[in-house]
């Protein structure tokens, strides 16, 4: 098994609070990539890193800011969170471009009450 | 702008039997496609994939088939077992892209 934790594994919150996942690493790979899994949309993509200090936004990066300063860990942040950011979210990982297939993380169910 | 669509959110089975799971796309761009299978409380893993230079791809029980004219694939599992029970996701990229465009996922479950 690729070398990814998340952490928390699990996370109640309330409105309006900000909010920190993590994703660590062991594999020295480059690619690093935030989704969240909702029910009828399958996986989406928030954010990605391709390199230390390099991100772009994905298809659902409203609400979300990601920090990459070392290889190995990637950070998620919702600012302020919100009730629809209710969802499971999972990183990944990747050698080299998005033609390589994806390791993905065990995930964090994030609850926002 | 669904990009890549599956269309039947579960399928049932019967152990033994062929699971045909189908996915569509409409970005003419996209060049590679990979499955990825889910079970409940883990991440996706990598299953089979295709580039469209093929037009199907083999792996034990696991055969992805690619249509580029109708922008279609799909997954076969033959013969079905139990452990196959969980949830597709099929995928899609461009060379260059960097990221990978999912579908909603269908559940399969297989009876015994």
């Known amino acids: 098994d690729a070398g990814i934790t998340q952490s928390p594994r699990h996370k109640v919150t309330e409105t309006g609070t900000p909010v920190t996942l993590r994703c660590h690493q062991t594999?020295?790979?480059?690619?690093m990539y935030w989704y969240r899994q909702d029910p009828g949309h399958g996986l989406r993509l928030i954010h990605y890193?391709?390199?230390?200090?390099?991100?772009d936004k994905g298809e659902v990066s409203d609400g979300y800011s990601v920090s990459r300063s070392k290889t190995e860990d990637f950070l998620l942040t919702l600012e302020s969170a919100t009730s629809s950011q209710t969802s499971v979210y999972f990183c990944?990982?990747?050698?080299?471009?998005?033609?390589?297939?994806?390791?993905f993380g065990s995930g964090t169910q994030l609850s926002v009450l | 702008d669904q990009q890549v669509k599956q269309n039947s959110p579960s399928l049932s089975v019967q152990e033994g039997r062929i699971s045909i799971l189908n996915c569509d796309y409409t970005n003419s761009m996209f060049d590679y496609f990979l499955w990825y299978k889910k079970y409940p409380a883990e991440g996706p893993t990598f299953l089979i994939s295709i580039s469209s230079i093929k037009d199907k791809n083999e792996d034990g029980r696991f055969t992805v088939f690619l249509n580029k004219s109708a922008k279609h694939l799909s997954l076969h599992i033959v013969p079905s077992q139990p452990g196959d029970s969980a949830v597709y996701f099929c995928a899609a990229t461009f060379q260059g892209a960097q990221k990978l465009v999912f579908g909603q996922g269908t559940r399969l479950t297989i009876n015994p």
């Open positions: 594999e020295n790979h480059r690619y």
């Open positions: 990944a990982i990747s050698e080299s471009t998005a033609n390589e297939k994806l390791f």
């Open positions: 890193s391709y390199g230390v200090k390099d991100t």
